[in-house]
RNA sequence: UACCCGAUGGUGUAAUUGGUAACACAACAGGUUUUGGUCCUGUCGUUCCAGGUUCAAGUCCUGGUCGGGUAGCCA
């Protein structure tokens, strides 16, 4: 793994001998889907381990039941194991402390620390000032130590609305830092938790949970984003102010932000709700369990998490630089296969009828053993609309009327004659083939440049092909006034592909190549048996359209 | 106009902790190729600004500029 300012951290306290191990974690809050921005920080938090001497426990972040469902808990184990970490034993939640973290908020009651506050939401904000003005204390910020044990019992038993009461911590209404204006620690919710069920009338907040969550669990190292950065004043304070077992040190770094995507589990949820996406895993989603089901790979993830690399300044990474990493294990692993997406019907004149001839193919191009397959070859092909054109603009290799092109791994043929229907529109070639070319070369050595791919009519497989585009138009969604303007109407395009016969019995979840075209996953949710429907995982890079858009401003120049 | 944080090519990270600015992506230009894929080669920077310390500053000091975060009974 790249190093960087927390690893160095960690090297210089384990050289120093502040730790002998390093304990981490990852603290989900279990309200939604993981997406590729939790990757960044699973892959830092679950890589530590893996070059240092200790762990990284699973800690779920359940303190608000009104948001968190036992749905998300168990897709997010999943997704987590699926990129190949490992919690061991180390599986927590923040509601396994609610006792501790109760005697806690009883401890500073009894410290004179904290205090029952009887002023409504909108009084409270009032009271704690502005960003350039101090706050003024609230009028029940002396409430003597019995009765602020007597009112914060009371709201434990339910006997006080919800709304009517908070407790806070008594630190300092005039501090520049607005979470030191006696933030709140308790709150009523008479809302029934996804593990504590009906214990619990009143749940802590966050600041009061995870410091003191990481304090019991031991750990060392507590990484978390930069908007916590405000936070650590307060974190470091309930730490000082309670007698905890441990003292866990939090460090921020800045969150994984890509271009033409947005990141928040509100937008997602919102996408999901109002039915623009299929779920969660849509394979359009920047989700784990989404891109899961396009294709990429667990390996493409870690290694795009690991070129990101961990700093503190917001950054916006290329999308493009995903999609390296992508291809790049892509390329190396995944058997090609022919798919028409776009179908131009093709007759070997000089072909003889009804023959058939299995041509041997390679699975990848290089690696032996990867072996060989055999596609058929017949007298009626398929081949890309786009690999014919009438009239051909320069540099154009692939077929146009006398020229010759190489089918893959099949024969020389030259494009004879074209047929076409009343509008005009090209919708059948014929041509004539080399007997000497077989497997695509001949004795005499002469050049062919263009190389297209077909399948056989009689023989291909009709299959469902799932176009993605990116799901917005702009390069920063997030930052638009209404992100939901943004969606790309076609973000999704369905295709009726002809593909080679061997892929009927492609499994769900396998990866392939469509030559020239691009990788493709069977869908895990559409495919049937016999019947796969393909995702488009990512383009091949296509260097021929970057010619061809050149070819034509020069044209108009 | 409060407090906190940040600033290195188009993008993202490095820089032996004061010693020749490196790696990857993108873009562009070539080469190889039975995928216009892959692969190979090359091109692309006054380290935000101004002072200062030093033989030597991306790194240290001072002042500024710009960007981000913070006023939930969310996390």
């Known amino acids: 793994m790249a190093e960087n300012f927390i690893r160095d951290i960690i090297k210089d306290d384990l050289a120093a001998g502040r730790h002998q191990q390093v304990v981490v974690r990852f603290p989900p809050e279990p309200n939604g889907y993981l997406h590729i921005g939790h990757a960044k920080a699973i892959c830092l938090n679950f890589g530590l381990p893996e070059d240092f001497p200790g762990r990284c426990h699973l800690r779920f972040d359940d303190t608000n039941p009104t948001k968190e469902e036992m749905e998300y808990v168990e897709a997010i184990q999943e997704d987590i194991r699926w990129l190949g970490f490992d919690w061991g034993e180390h599986l927590y939640y923040a509601s396994d402390y609610f006792d501790q973290l109760h005697e806690w908020a009883i401890h500073l009651i009894r410290e004179g620390k904290a205090y029952v506050e009887s002023l409504s939401a909108e009084q409270i904000r009032e009271y704690r000032g502005t960003l350039t003005e101090p706050g003024r204390n609230s009028p029940f910020r002396d409430r003597p130590i019995e009765e602020n044990l007597e009112l914060f019992a009371a709201m434990g038993r339910g006997e006080l609305e919800e709304g009517s009461h908070v407790l806070r911590a008594k630190i300092d209404m005039a501090s520049p830092n607005m979470n030191m204006r006696d933030p709140t620690l308790y709150r009523i919710r008479k809302a029934s938790h996804h593990r504590t069920g009906d214990k619990w009338c009143i749940y802590p907040m966050y600041d009061f949970t995870h410091g003191q969550s990481d304090a019991m669990e031991g750990i060392t190292h507590s990484l978390c984003s930069l908007e916590f950065e405000n936070h650590r004043p307060l974190y470091d304070w309930f730490l000082e102010n309670l007698p905890v077992p441990h003292r866990p040190r939090q460090i921020e770094f800045a969150r994984l932000n890509l271009n033409r995507t947005v990141m928040s589990k509100r937008k997602l949820l919102q996408l999901v709700e109002n039915g623009h996406v299929e779920g969660w895993n849509d394979p359009r989603m920047p989700t784990l369990s989404g891109m899961r089901r396009r294709g990429v790979t667990a390996t493409a993830i870690r290694n795009f998490c690991d070129v990101v ?70 007298k009626v092909l398929y081949i890309e609309k786009e690999d014919f054109r009438e009239q051909a603009p320069r540099k154009y290799f692939r077929m146009k009327p006398g020229q010759e092109v190489r089918l893959r791994y099949a024969y020389y043929v030259t494009c004879t004659e074209v047929v076409k229907n009343d509008a005009g529109e090209v919708v059948e070639i014929h041509c004539r083939y080399d007997p000497e070319s077989k497997g695509g070369n001949t004795a005499d050595g002469r050049r062919v440049k263009g190389t297209i791919h077909w399948v056989s009519a009689d023989h291909a497989l009709a299959a469902e092909v799932r176009q993605y585009g990116p799901l917005f138009l702009s390069e920063n969604p997030a930052a638009e006034e209404d992100f939901l303007q943004d969606l790309n109407p076609d973000s999704l395009t369905v295709l009726t592909a002809q593909v080679e016969p061997g892929l009927a019995e492609a499994e769900p979840g396998s990866r392939f190549q469509f030559e020239r075209k691009g990788y493709y996953c069977v869908d895990t949710a559409h495919s049937q048996p016999g019947k796969p429907v393909f995702n488009l995982t990512v383009g091949l890079r296509d260097s021929w359209a970057k010619i061809e858009s050149k070819e034509r401003q020069k044209a108009k120049a």
């Open 309 to 378: 690399g961990v700093a503190k300044r917001d950054s916006m990474v290329d999308i493009a630089l995903l999609e390296h990493c992508l291809r790049e294990d892509l390329n190396a692993h995944s058997p090609r296969r022919m798919a028409v997406l776009d179908p131009l019907k093709v007759v070997i004149d000089n072909y003889p009828e009804g023959q058939v001839e299995q041509m041997e193919a390679e699975n990848i191009p290089g690696v032996a053993e990867a072996g060989t397959r055999k596609v058929p070859f017949s």
